[in-house]
């Protein structure tokens, strides 16, 4: 079994941005590999933080839908987008939780963070409970069609199981609840809870 080392391996000799719009960066690095042979390395940068937040109120979650252009698919999914530097993740999630779907929660928990695919890209998440809920008015962005559905925990669960939801912080949100619902997570991860006040 190989020991675990925890320093760098690569060498990085060149960077080049190759791609840039609004959103990414695309850079490409020329690099030593671990295994000392030449090679290069492409790394998209996200500049925004990735933020999701899942509604939930008596044992139901609300999910919402639309069209996913880069998948060419219809995907359910929690309410999520993107925060800008310099803005709180807490902030930029009142924010979707309200444009997609027209609540407003006076409860909110921090449920985790995570890296989506760290191999390739660098894109932050974090994700919230909304609790406490209060309907109001959707106002999607322009790039958006939204659907709004309420379905029962158990129901989204095995949606996440199933493959009937892919999105990867929807699959995150959803059992990072239901192991803290359920009582499952470890005594030192709950979330924290932070102020519903705007």
């Given at each position: 079994m190989r020991q675990?080392?925890?320093g760098n391996p690569?060498?990085?000799?060149?960077?080049?941005?190759?791609y840039e719009n609004p959103w990414i960066s695309v850079r490409e690095?020329?690099?030593v590999r671990p295994d000392g042979e030449p090679g290069i390395?492409?790394?998209?940068?996200?500049k925004n933080t990735a933020v999701g937040v899942l509604p939930a109120e008596d044992d139901h979650v609300?999910?919402?839908?639309?069209?996913?252009?880069?998948l060419g698919c219809y995907s359910w999914e929690i309410p999520e987008g993107g925060c800008p530097e310099g803005e709180e993740p807490l902030e930029?999630?009142?924010r979707e939780l309200r444009e997609e779907t027209g609540l407003e929660a006076e409860s909110w928990q921090r449920l985790g963070e995570a890296y989506l695919s760290n191999s390739v890209a660098d894109e932050h998440a974090v994700w919230?409970?909304?609790t406490d809920l209060v309907p109001g008015e959707q106002r999607p962005e322009g790039t958006e069609v939204i659907g709004v559905r309420r379905v029962p925990l158990r129901e989204a669960l095995a949606m996440a199981m199933d493959g009937r939801i892919t999105d990867a912080l929807s699959v995150l949100a959803l059992t990072t609840y239901a192991l803290d619902r359920y009582g499952v997570s470890p005594p030192s991860s709950g979330g924290r809870s932070v102020s519903g006040a705007g």
């Open positions: 675990e080392q925890t690569w060498r990085t000799l060149g960077s080049r941005r190759v690095d020329s690099v390395y492409g790394v998209v940068h996200y609300y999910l919402v839908g639309q069209y996913r252009y880069p930029a999630a009142r919230f409970l909304a």
